[in-house]
């Protein structure tokens, strides 16, 4: 059983910077591919970027240049550095974890952009 505890998330006026980390514990493999989505209130949850063990990423184009995702093996934590914030960047956002074949999301944290 994994478990993914995410960190980092609160309020930043449009401009501002925020980096969400998520920790995953309990059993692990060397392959993996961890991310984030973020769900605004009415919507559906979209992909925000991942990152495989192997270090490959993606990103969703509404971010690309903004946000960058790194992860520490010796760690096991993911991290997601969001720059240059939006109001549109409002939303829930959820760490997501596949790992073994098996689907995990963390609790999400809010991040809300607002002057």
């Known amino acids: 059983q994994v478990q993914l505890v995410e960190s980092g998330g609160g309020l930043v006026q449009p401009g501002g910077s925020l980096r969400l980390s998520c920790a995953a514990s309990?059993?692990?493999?060397?392959?993996?591919?961890m991310g984030w989505y973020r769900q605004a209130p009415g919507k559906q949850r979209d992909l925000v970027a991942t990152?495989?063990?192997?270090?490959?990423?993606t990103y969703a184009d509404s971010v690309k240049g903004r946000v960058t995702i790194s992860g520490d093996n010796a760690k096991n934590t993911v991290y997601l550095q969001m720059n240059s914030l939006k109001p549109d960047d409002t939303a829930v956002y959820y760490c997501?974890?596949?790992?073994?074949?098996?689907?995990?999301w963390g609790q999400g944290t809010q991040v809300t952009v607002s002057s």
């Open positions: 309990g059993s692990f493999f060397r392959r993996y591919t």
């Open positions: 997501h974890a596949q790992i073994g074949g098996v689907i995990y």
């Open positions: 990152i495989t063990s192997g270090g490959t990423t």
